[in-house]
């Protein structure tokens, strides 16, 4: 293979894995960190965070490819999608077929560094990251679907550090359940009439005219679930002061998807990169010695 042919390679897979596009790497990656700094008390294991970061990066781009396998028929017929390289058949089924075991092996042979629990665990991971994508044609929440993949790191995080999995870590999953509800359904609205029209089912479609309300319902029920896991966890005001700016976060997105324009609601699901981050931040310099004080 030549060079430039590799170089064109490359990057056709690196737009497969959506690389480009970190936004679903970080929204991943909040809770994980969440939940390896609760398990450690502020103080998790420097190997473990970097095999869940690692982790994160791996299995969500192997979920991105997955995804676009399952969609390769769909994608075609939405506007933001017909130009990926699987569905503009840049990319064949066998490269991304290949791609994806590639990265989901990979994942698991950092698994088999962590202990046996959550070994364990990752096959349930495993299995919801590669039905997630035939949800949609399925039921009318895949998005609860992808909460509980994108959410299945914060068990496994729990186990790498404890080796057990205490009731708080179902609270936490919980949480993580609603946030990928809500910011899934803002990025939902962006497509709602080309999935109308394919047949593809959403909490967007499902939703309708109360879509924003729901939204609104399931912010408030998130932000409280967050103070009760902080109030059972024994933060102190900086953490809730994290709670408090991804309030103000949630009140904006709101702003945003007020006319259910599509610009909006995209910017209003790339806002929960902020969201996850202000939670995260809450969490860490509450678990230092002067936050903790």
């Known amino acids: 293979?030549?060079?430039?042919?590799?170089?064109?390679?490359?990057?056709?897979?690196?737009?497969?894995?959506?690389?480009?596009?970190?936004?679903?790497?970080?929204?991943?990656?909040?809770?994980?960190?969440?939940?390896?700094?609760?398990?450690?008390?502020?103080?998790?294991?420097?190997?473990?965070?970097?095999?869940?970061?690692?982790?994160?990066?791996?299995?969500?781009?192997?979920?991105?490819?997955?995804?676009?396998?399952?969609?390769?028929d769909f994608d075609p017929q939405v506007a933001r999608t017909r130009d990926r390289p699987l569905a503009a058949k840049r990319v064949t089924l066998g490269e991304a077929v290949s791609l994806a075991t590639i990265l989901a092996l990979l994942a698991f042979l950092l698994v088999l560094t962590q202990n046996a629990l959550t070994v364990q665990l990752s096959f349930i991971g495993l299995a919801l990251a590669v039905t997630y994508p035939f949800m949609k044609r399925l039921h009318a929440l895949p998005q609860v679907h992808l909460g509980a993949a994108f959410g299945w790191a914060i068990p496994m995080a729990y186990a790498a550090v404890n080796n057990t999995l205490p009731p708080i870590v179902w609270l936490l999953f919980l949480a993580n359940i609603l946030w990928s509800v809500i910011y899934d359904t803002q990025y939902a609205m962006v497509d709602r009439e080309d999935d109308r029209k394919i047949g593809v089912k959403s909490t967007a479609i499902l939703f309708g005219e109360r879509d924003k309300q729901i939204i609104g319902y399931l912010q408030l029920a998130l932000l409280v679930l967050?103070?009760?896991?902080g109030l059972l966890s024994g933060r102190g005001a900086i953490y809730y002061g994290g709670v408090g700016v991804a309030s103000g976060l949630a009140l904006y997105q709101q702003y945003l998807i007020r006319n259910r324009q599509p610009e909006g609601c995209f910017q209003a699901f790339l806002n929960n990169n902020a969201f996850g981050l202000a939670i995260f931040c809450g969490l860490l310099v509450d678990f230092l010695p002067a936050g903790a004080a």
């Open 1 to 72: 293979m030549n060079i430039d042919r590799f170089d064109n390679r490359l990057r056709e897979y690196t737009l497969l894995m959506r690389l480009d596009r970190p936004i679903g790497i970080y929204l991943l990656l909040w809770p994980t960190l969440w939940a390896l700094w609760l398990a450690g008390h502020g103080q998790p294991p420097q190997e473990v965070v970097l095999v869940f970061v690692l982790g994160v990066v791996l299995m969500r781009s192997a979920g991105c490819v997955m995804n676009d396998i399952v969609d390769r």
């Open 226 to 229: 967050l103070a009760l896991i």
